[in-house]
């Protein structure tokens, strides 16, 4: 048997597993709508636990950390990791057990719900509820684009992308169709198991293998100042300053303060992920935050840091870089188009300016071949062939120059989520890279089941169900309507997906910012009385502006040198992402979103003193 197969076999028992768990939670659970969405509210103190934190680890904890510390450092853990193990445990201290109660105590079943309730509006809910499904589609599609890399990659591309992440849409579809939330997390339970014993053995068995004599030889290696060079800055944000100064990939310097500190607001979103607050209403007690607000630390730990170190040490790795950049979208969009230009196409001049200054024999021997054909240098192109093979394949394979150096690492930086995988296939056995890579494909799909039965319970309770009050419906026609929506979603985000949109932005631009400015919302909404639908409202359409802002920025529609760009302090990365003087967008966002709630409410009507007092009922 061939070794790329190796991988897939594990990976596809892994897959069987998961999908045997959903069809066995099927014959268990009940034909209605609290059972299918919320497990009849019976979830324990362990399982629900073991779920929750699969619910907020996606193919972003390994695949997005260890792609964003291969371009930036390991200063990712304490951006990200660090403030998630801060903020999260006091979120679901603090709001996740407040929700948990007034959704016992009043039938909730989405955060919608409560805030209809809580605020007695109609339109304003079903606004939270088209821009939250909107916010949360990306999370989608970042599982279904995970799974279809690690496929492809460890695989050699016998099994391609598009195939692999259709797998593993279909495997979660299935899972949830059939399962719900009871599968779910069952499904989970396995999955958090698996991908907390992926980090320390990925840790151990790749740091064995790494060059420059393992972990330690490769960390003295970047930090010996014969390798750390004067040509460029320390601290230089480009791929030139990091191959000059590999030891700022061990320290923080490569990430903006401003941007450093605007991550700490990012794990409020945790508590409006739709699928974090459902979880909250599923325990079958209160007492189950306790263990969760303890062990989410530990676990946050266990996860992020074998990710994130050895996603920085890869860069050390020539082979590692080299396999990224021959599998970037960049390189396949230029041997297809060449001399048609694409969209995120290499750029011929870059690669040709590269070559004239490289002493690498495979890059004479090119400037040779296309003199020989009397060609410019500038018509090197991807049918330009030595050996028979692709000119620019073969220099990736074979080159050390530092001349390409740049330019090999900066279409490597296009495919980063999948330096941990490159890392497994160089490193370790085949059998061993099967194993782990069941660990990663399971913390891909750890929140992918929550996220779809998470947007399937709030288009049946807050939309169909809703719109549909004072009819008699069956609870196996809601359940019905649940799973097709599942079906249409699903679909979606995969079709979004084939682009393989790259994890860690999508993530943050599109998901995290726009749900952790949402907080303000859930906060005055749980412990301020005179908090008012007009000011959820202002706030709901604060956000919403911004995430249509950061959308036209994406598509570069909006050139960053006007006078309003000027006045709001706007930037644009090379990579197309907004900053607002040095300060990631969720910090306007969420201060933003804040200021209006307290504003607008303390000028609008307060809702009934009814509901006022349903809520925050006062001591006799």
């Known amino acids: 048997m061939s070794s790329p197969w190796i991988p897939a076999i594990f990976i596809f028992a892994y897959l069987a597993v998961v999908l045997y768990i959903g069809i066995f939670a099927f014959r268990k659970g009940r034909a209605t709508g609290e059972d299918f969405f919320l497990a009849s509210r019976s979830i324990g103190s362990v399982v629900f636990f073991l779920s929750l934190f699969a619910t907020n680890m996606t193919a972003f904890a390994i695949l997005g950390s260890s792609g964003a510390a291969y371009r930036l450092g390991i200063g990712i853990f304490g951006m990200m990791a ?7 445990p006091l979120t679901l201290f603090f709001i996740g057990t407040r929700l948990w109660a007034v959704g016992k105590r009043f039938g909730h079943m989405t955060q919608v719900a409560f805030f209809r309730d809580r605020f007695e509006c109609s339109s304003i809910g079903t606004l939270i509820f088209a821009l939250t499904a909107a916010m949360l589609l990306p999370y989608l599609i970042i599982s279904i684009t995970g799974g279809g890399i690690i496929l492809e990659a460890l ?13 593993v849409a ?10 719900g939330m009871r599968g779910a997390v069952w499904v989970n339970v396995l999955q958090t198991l698996l991908f907390l014993s992926f980090g320390a053995i ?5 740091g064995h293998s790494l060059p420059h004599g393992g972990l330690a030889g490769t960390v003295q290696w970047m930090l010996d100042p014969g390798n750390n060079t004067a040509k460029t800055p320390p601290g230089a944000s480009s791929i030139a300053a990091a191959i000059a100064h590999p030891a700022t990939l061990l320290t923080r310097q490569r990430i903006p303060w401003q941007v450093f500190l605007s991550f700490m607001l990012i794990p409020l979103s945790s508590i409006m992920f739709p699928h974090m607050s459902i979880m909250c209403f599923t325990a079958k007690r209160v007492t189950a935050f306790r263990q969760t607000v303890v062990l989410y630390p530990l676990c946050i730990m266990l996860i992020w840091l074998p990710c994130v170190f050895l996603g920085a040490l890869a860069f050390s790795e020539p082979a590692v870089t080299r396999d990224m950049a021959g599998g970037s979208e960049q390189l396949q969009t230029w041997l297809e188009h060449h001399g048609n230009p694409q969209p995120g196409a290499i750029e011929t001049t870059a690669l040709t300016g590269a070559l004239k200054n490289s002493r690498d024999p495979a890059a004479k021997a090119l400037l040779q071949n296309v003199q020989a054909h009397g060609l410019e240098i500038e018509a090197v192109g991807p049918k330009t062939t030595l050996k028979g093979r692709p000119a620019f394949i073969l220099l990736l394979s074979h080159t050390n120059d530092a001349a390409l150096k740049p330019f090999i690492y900066r279409i490597a930086g296009t495919n980063d989520s999948s330096v941990l995988l490159n890392l497994l296939k160089l490193n370790v056995t085949p059998w061993l890279a099967g194993i782990l890579a069941a660990g990663i494909i399971s913390a891909v799909m750890g929140s992918d089941c929550h996220q779809i039965l998470a947007l399937s319970t709030m288009f049946t309770k807050d939309v169909y169900d809703y719109y549909n009050k004072g009819k008699q419906i069956a609870e196996s026609t809601n ?6 929506f599942i079906i249409v979603l699903n679909s979606l985000a995969y079709l979004i997906a084939l682009g393989k949109p790259q994890i860690f932005e999508l993530a943050t631009t599109y998901a995290f910012a726009g749900f952790a400015s949402l907080s303000p919302i859930m906060i005055g909404a749980l412990f301020w009385r005179r908090s008012t639908k007009y000011g959820v409202l202002a706030s709901t359409l604060w956000v919403i502006a911004w995430v249509l802002l950061q959308i036209v920025i994406g598509q570069k529609h909006l050139p960053p040198n006007t006078v309003v760009s000027h006045l709001l302090g ?10 607002c ?5 969720v910090v306007p966002m969420t201060i933003g979103s804040a200021i209006l709630v307290w504003a607008v409410s303390l000028i609008t009507p307060p809702p009934s ?12």
């Not at 660090?82 to 903020?87: E, Q």
């Open 82 to 88: 660090t403030s998630s193990c801060l903020v999260i």
């Open 155 to 167: 695989t050699g591309g016998l099994i391609p992308y598009a195939l692999g992440g259709a797998i």
């Open 170 to 179: 279909l495997v979660v579809m299935g899972t949830v169709f059939f399962g």
């Open 202 to 206: 990925a840790f151990v068995a790749i």
């Open 479 to 484: 359940v019905m309507a649940g799973r097709i």
């Open 570 to 579: 706007f930037s644009i990365s090379p990579a197309g992402s907004l900053g």
């Open 581 to 585: 003087y040095g300060f990631s967008p």
């Open 609 to 620: 003193n009814a509901t006022v007092e349903r809520y925050f009922p006062q001591a006799a």
